[in-house]
């Protein structure tokens, strides 16, 4: 029985890591196959443009989303396993991060000209475009976080798909209909991202009114929004910081190569909306398995074991993928980016092959993140990315001064972030294991 119940076990986390890998896979391979047209259309520079607004963007759903998901299925997960069903932990989590959301939303019209100022281009309007998608993405997150924490991976993998689907084809209709004006083609296609949030919302609405038959969607939360707070705030702490560090990269790579560079943006642009979006491929692939992991790693006794096998399974999808990334990078920077001039190919080229050990240790840190939340060391998980990306601040400040470095410093500094990230994370689920061993057998 135990032996079946095993396998079980491994058959249910790899189903659902499979599920959300390949729904993410998809998603990015939409959004990456979309960036062919529009690039085409937006050129070097209004990739850039889009790039510099996107951090932001990144940062406020960090306050109002980010670890929403992971968070409110470690919470659920526990709720199932008591007997519960999660719906209380939903409707709680609901009503709360709504809220939340719309907060983001407010911040981001209210700062749109602070920050436009900051970055050094006239982004308000790209903002605006912007701002609903704040709040839908958080109760989105909320949605996702519920099935996920029931080990339902397919709404989320769907959505995303969905989401990119719909972001894809009306990025690429409004950005040819406002082709004449490079600004207006950007505040479109950041338009279409608010729009394709909005289907992925009514699509999850519809399933979670299907799951509860006649019932109504609201009624009075069971849990205090104090105690869902308390397991939440540390998981989004913990994802909080990638995308804190990416709007200050956008702006500190930015200004740092201007000094020398009439191309900063469009340089910036190769760098994130090219050789990043091309590498974070297989790293969507793995993220399977950090979702798949969190809700079957609180309560277990071989949690220690679950996160190896997890981080196992992680560098057999990522290695491979990295050194098809390194020895393939000018085809498949040709592949997606047709229409650029042989000068940026080769830069492209090269960043690629820069970052394409980040396909594994990017990948990886990942993982062991998730195992590190779905152990209730989200504060540790959060302490070793701060320490990460405190490291890639530095070497960005550093290297892309030099203009013999120039935008490769980023990527450089990438490799330095996650590489500090994948080892302090290794260490620190191979530290908890070890440390609650000796408690049991003291």
């Known amino acids: 029985m135990g032996g079946t119940a095993l396998r079980r076990e491994r058959n249910g986390f790899l189903q659902g890591a499979f599920i959300i890998s ?3 896979f998809f998603s990015k391979l939409i959004g990456a ?9 937006l050129g070097a520079e209004g990739v850039g443009l889009y790039q510099l607004a996107y951090p932001f963007y990144c940062l406020l759903l960090t306050v109002s989303s980010a670890g929403l998901p992971s968070g409110i299925s470690r919470i659920v997960a526990r709720d199932v396993r008591r007997g519960g069903d999660g719906k209380g932990v939903f409707r709680a989590a609901f009503s709360l991060f709504f809220l939340v959301g719309m907060l983001g939303s407010f911040l981001m019209f209210s700062l749109r000209g602070v920050i436009s100022r900051l970055q050094g281009e006239d982004l308000r309007m790209c903002y605006v475009a912007l701002c609903p998608a704040v709040m839908l993405v958080s109760v989105l ?34 950005a040819w209909f406002f082709r004449d004006n490079v600004l207006h083609a950007v505040t479109a296609v950041l338009a279409a991202v608010s729009l394709s949030e909005g289907v992925a919302v009514l699509y999850m609405c ?29 998981v989004a702490l913990a994802a909080a910081i990638l995308p804190l560090s990416q709007f200050v990269d956008s702006w500190l790579g930015v200004r740092l190569m201007r000094a020398y560079s009439d191309e900063a943006v469009a ?9 990043v979006t091309l590498v974070g491929l297989p790293v969507s692939i793995c993220y399977g398995f950090a979702v798949s992991v969190i809700p079957r790693l609180g309560g277990k006794s071989d949690a220690r074991g679950k996160a190896l096998k997890a981080l196992g399974f992680t560098l057999l999808v990522s290695l491979p993928c990295a050194l098809i990334l390194f020895f393939f990078a000018r085809p498949l920077g040709g592949l997606f980016f047709r229409r650029l001039s042989a000068e940026r190919a080769d ?60 935008v490769a410093g980023m990527a450089f ?14 260490i620190g689920n191979l530290c908890l294991g070890r440390k609650k061993g000796k408690g049991k057998t003291g």
């Open 206 to 234: 519809r399933l979670y009114r299907a799951e509860r038959g006649t019932k109504p969607l609201f009624s009075r939360p069971a849990p205090t929004y104090r105690a869902l707070l308390s397991l939440t705030v540390p």
């Open 22 to 24: 390949l729904g993410n």
């Open 141 to 174: 997150s909320v949605f996702r976080g519920y099935f996920q924490g029931r080990c339902d991976m397919m709404p989320t993998a769907f959505s995303e798909i969905a989401e990119q689907v719909v972001k894809g084809l009306f990025s690429i209709l409004l």
């Open 267 to 275: 340089l910036y642009g190769l760098y994130a909306g090219g050789a």
């Open 413 to 426: 500094a990438a490799n330095g972030c996650y590489l500090a990230a994948f080892v302090l994370n290794l």
């Open 347 to 406: 830069i492209l080229e090269k960043l690629i092959k820069i970052l394409a050990p980040t396909a594994v240790t990017h990948a990886c840190a990942q993982t062991l993140s998730a195992c590190l939340i779905g152990r209730g060391r989200a504060g540790r998980a959060a302490g070793n990315m701060a320490a990460a990306v405190l490291l890639k601040t530095a070497l960005i400040f550093f290297l892309v001064r030099l203009q013999n470095i120039s």
């Open 33 to 41: 196959a979309a960036r062919i047209p529009l690039t085409g259309i």
